[in-house]
Nanobody, 124 residues
Framework: QVQLVESGGGLVQTGASLRLSCTAS????????MGWFRQAPGKEREPVAT????????YWTDSVKGRFTISRDNAKNTVYLQMNSLEPEDTAVYYC?????????????????WGQGTQVTVSS
């Protein structure tokens, strides 16, 4: 059983940056593809960015491309989401998730384990 704990959320102004971290325990971290997802009030959970087991492949949704970067440090069992040029539309609870399925990318249903989420609020 993999446990995921996110941190790094907060309240920032438009244009600011934040770095989210997600630390895993209870499994072999490098066996899992990792992803960041977000859910705004009244909306469905949506993918933000994902990264392959070794970190060689990364994917972003169009809404964050060029602003957000996903990375991982398998020695530290941690995945990161660097968020730059934040906009009010980025306001949401951000979740990290782990998948044992190759090629899961943005398929939320294929992610086996989820963190509790961290709130990101961007004021205008």
């Amino acid at each position: 059983q993999v446990q995921l704990v996110e941190s790094g959320g907060g309240l920032v102004q438009t244009g600011a940056s934040l770095r989210l971290s997600c630390t895993a325990s209870g499994g072999t971290f490098s066996n899992y593809g990792m992803g960041w997802f977000r859910q705004a009030p009244g909306k469905e959970r949506e993918p933000v960015a994902t990264i392959s087991r070794g970190g060689g492949r990364t994917y972003w949704t169009d809404s964050v491309k060029g602003r957000f970067t996903i990375s991982r440090d398998n020695a530290k069992n941690t995945v990161y989401l660097q968020m730059n040029s934040l906009e009010p539309e980025d306001t949401a609870v951000y979740y990290c998730a782990a998948t044992s399925t190759y090629g899961a990318v943005f398929d939320i249903g294929l992610y086996n384990y989820w963190g509790q989420g961290t709130q990101v609020t961007v004021s205008s």
